[in-house]
C-alpha cells in the first residue's frame, strides 16, 4: 500500500507563494491524486485533483492560483500556489484514489499559514 507523505507548508504573507510536495513510497501512476484542506474550524474541502491521465480540476476558490501537477517518474505530486491570501491558511492533505475511486492512502497534512 503506497504511503503519502507531504513538505513544503510554512508561513508565508498575503500575496506569497508555496509549493507543496506529496511524495510516495511507491508508483502512484496508477492513482487520481488530490490535494484536499482543512482550515480552523472548517470542514475539510476538495482542492485540486489530478487524474491518471493528467486532467485537472480546481475548486472555485483556487481557480487561477493553484496549479496542481504530477511527476509519476519521481512519484510526487505538487501544489504550486500564488496570490495566497489568508484564507487559504489551513492544514493541507494530499491522497491517492484507485481506479474505483476508493482511497487507498492519506498523508498526515502540511501546515500553511497565510498572514502578515
Known amino acids: 500500500q503506497v504511503q503519502l507523505v507531504e513538505s513544503g507548508g510554512g508561513l508565508v504573507q498575503p500575496g506569497g507563494s508555496l509549493r507543496l510536495s506529496c511524495a510516495a513510497s511507491g508508483s502512484i501512476f496508477i492513482y487520481d491524486m488530490e490535494w484536499h484542506r482543512q482550515g480552523p474550524g472548517k470542514q475539510r474541502e476538495l482542492v485540486a485533483t489530478?487524474?491518471?491521465?493528467?486532467?485537472?480540476n480546481y475548486a472555485d476558490s483556487v481557480k487561477g492560483r493553484f496549479t496542481i501537477s504530477r511527476d509519476n517518474a519521481k512519484n510526487t505530486m505538487y501544489l504550486q500556489m500564488n496570490n495566497l491570501d489568508p484564507e487559504d491558511t489551513a492544514v493541507y492533505y494530499c491522497?491517492?484514489?484507485?481506479?474505483?475511486?476508493?482511497?487507498?492512502?492519506w498523508g498526515q497534512g502540511t501546515q500553511v499559514t497565510v498572514s502578515s
Open positions: 489530478i487524474t491518471r491521465l493528467a486532467s485537472t
Open positions: 491522497n491517492a484514489n484507485n481506479w474505483k475511486g476508493r482511497t487507498v492512502a
